[in-house]
């Protein structure tokens, strides 16, 4: 894999995406999303002793027990503040909280994932091209802008019909900032502070923009 040229800086902000290799359209399936987000949540935090793998296969009473050690000391190395899967690509807004901590993310993520993937399908090699892409999130108003296109993907792509139905699209964090579900570890209120922690300011933001670029 080719030397990154970017760097990581704790406490900023950092709009990550990637594609497919071959324009796969791996997010396709709620099982595939799902496994993709759980891995996302679990390695959030820094330093397991168990891969997401292992976890995924632990018996009920040995994850619980492994969450209760595990997750109450463990340390958060990136929060996620949204989050987008389409068929062949993913977005992320992340703020990083621990040194290394956005690549060490990613790296892990897309391994397990790919890992998951490869064996299912009897295949071998990556999935995204090589390096994922990553935009410093320089001012308030481009952390709000991100935030934003993030979210319209769906609605760009046609995959809903309107910002109305964007609320019945599972794989977006959209649905956390709106209150349609409990934003668990979906960080809105970094965005949604700027909108005075108002959920129906942000989502009259979104559809006031809704055909903008």
């Not at 993709?36 to 296969?57: L, P």
């Not at 068929?87 to 621990?98: A, G, I, S, V």
């Not at 790296?107 to 998951?116: A, D, E, H, Q």
Request: charged share 20%.
């Amino acid at each position: 894999m080719p030397t990154r040229k970017d760097t990581f800086e704790n406490g900023n902000y950092y709009h990550i995406f990637d594609k497919t290799i071959d324009k796969k359209k791996i997010f396709s399936t709620d099982g595939l999303c799902r496994l993709f987000i759980n891995a996302a949540r679990f390695y959030m935090y820094d330093g397991h002793k168990a891969s997401f793998s292992k976890y995924r296969h632990m018996l009920s009473s040995v994850k619980e027990d492994y969450s209760k050690d595990y997750f109450v000391s463990a340390r958060v190395q990136v929060r996620l503040i949204c989050y987008t899967l389409m068929p062949n690509h993913y977005h992320f807004l992340l703020q990083q909280t621990l040194s290394g901590g956005v690549q060490r993310f990613m790296g892990n993520l897309i391994n397990s994932f790919t890992r998951y993937f490869n064996t299912r399908h009897s295949r071998k090699g990556p999935i995204f091209l090589p390096q994922f892409r990553s935009v410093s999130i320089l001012r308030k108003s481009q952390l709000v802008y991100t935030s934003k296109y993030i979210h319209l993907n769906p609605v760009k792509a046609n995959l809903v019909s309107s910002i109305d139905d964007l609320i019945n699209y599972p794989w977006s964090s959209y649905r956390a900032y709106t209150g349609y579900d409990v934003p668990g570890f979906v960080h809105s209120n970094k965005v949604l502070k700027h909108f005075e922690y108002s959920q129906s300011k942000y989502r009259e933001y979104l559809i006031g923009n809704e055909n903008a670029d």
